[in-house]
């Protein structure tokens, strides 16, 4: 099968790939976003403790290139001395880097969110296939980077030629003023250049997180065709969902037999339909059906009644209506009240005949129970 091309992939990623792109570590990003908060971070930092850093940069300096003549003629305190003043450079810049270090770290979580995989620091042998890599390097992708490359050289080289056209004068000035001055001075020039980088870092950031964005999303974009795969992915089987439903009718069914043998009595149509109804008073608002079948079902509920001599009442109307109207588990429809009641007063009468000690003629079933008009299936087709 020929691979999909990208005209193909016309549909949005689904949250199912996006979850998955996540697992595998395959998130957005933007180095030019990482580069801005880094520089900025180390320019605020700048800002904050630029009196400190002045004041210790150089009293490190002066310790530095002034040492007595024993230490001259003496290695071991030359190195004691160098020891010391790595460790003083190291505070020093300390707060900086750890700064940086926390803005490179914290950036990947503004546009990819929190995300640990270890699939992305497994080994890949297709990130090392020469013609893969050909292919990337002339990918429009590629030529994108380029061009992003090359305005980002031209917007930072014109940042700092701004500056440093803005500060010639005082950069000339450095050379007729004392050391201290002069450090000062170019201090704040260095500054703010650093400043001017971190702002036009921003506006390229501005322009690039979008379009990693965009990049993101439309290098996971699908086809129609993986669209319909991972529905039927998530769904299932189509042949296992259709027997799972089969298993939970059957078991559905079996409970709803189990119910048979307690019900009050069981309505028929008299072939057709069988619905078997049940009522306890002071439990129940109204009778409720337990069990309803058509054909062969009809036929078990039948049996299985005159099996625990459960009634059985033929009033197909009734039958019909209920079946329809009511699913089991369901109290009988208002509308029917009235032809049930009927039913119901007929079961008490049988109950008390059972009872009897004899000499009581036994209660005629009701004939011809009514139900509202519309209700009847029957009549309506």
Request: no cysteine; glycine share 6%; aromatic share 8%.
């Amino acid at each position: 099968m020929a691979e999909e091309s990208d005209l193909e992939r016309t549909e949005p990623a689904s949250s199912r790939r996006l979850e998955k792109a996540r697992e595998e570590g395959n998130v957005p990003q933007s180095r030019e976003l990482m580069a801005f908060m880094v520089l900025a971070a180390g320019a605020g930092a700048f800002w904050v403790l630029g009196g400190w850093l002045s004041q210790r940069s150089s009293g490190l300096l002066r310790h530095g290139l002034s040492f007595s003549r024993d230490a001259a003629f003496d290695t071991s305190l030359m190195t004691g001395l160098a020891v010391s003043l790595t460790t003083e450079a190291f505070l020093i810049a300390g707060p900086i880097f750890l700064l940086a270090m926390a803005a490179a770290m914290g950036t990947p979580f503004m546009i990819g969110g929190a995300v640990i995989s270890a699939k992305a620091f497994q080994l890949d042998f297709a990130r090392m296939d020469p013609a893969k890599g050909f292919a990337r390097m002339f990918s429009w992708q590629s030529v994108a980077e380029l061009v992003k490359a090359v305005l980002k050289a031209l917007l930072i080289g014109g940042v700092l030629y701004w500056v440093v056209i803005h500060e010639q004068d005082r950069l000339f000035a450095l050379l007729s003023q004392p050391v201290e001055t002069a450090l000062i001075s170019f201090a704040r020039v260095l500054l703010y250049s650093f400043l001017a980088i971190v702002v036009g870092l921003a506006v390229i950031a501005a322009i690039d997180v979008p379009f990693q964005l965009w990049q993101y999303h439309d290098r996971l974009k699908m086809t129609v065709e993986d669209l319909k795969r991972e529905v039927r992915e998530s769904e299932g089987d189509p042949h296992l969902r259709a027997r799972i439903r089969s298993q939970q009718r059957e078991l559905a069914r079996s409970r709803m037999m189990s119910e048979v043998p307690r019900a009050d009595v069981v309505v028929t149509n008299p072939t057709h339909f069988a619905v078997a109804l049940k009522y306890e008073s002071g439990k129940m608002g109204a009778p409720v059906i337990v069990a309803k079948g058509m054909n062969l079902i009809a036929q078990r509920i039948r049996d299985l009644a005159d099996e625990n001599h459960v009634p059985i009442l033929e009033a197909p109307p009734l039958a019909r209506a209920l079946h329809r109207y009511a699913d089991v588990g369901d109290q009988i429809p208002a509308a029917l009240y009235t032809a049930v009641a009927e039913v119901m007063a007929y079961v008490y009468q049988l109950n008390r005949f059972a009872m009897s000690a004899g000499g009581v003629l036994p209660p005629v079933a009701p004939a011809d129970i009514a139900v509202p008009a519309g209700m009847d299936p029957g009549t309506a087709e």
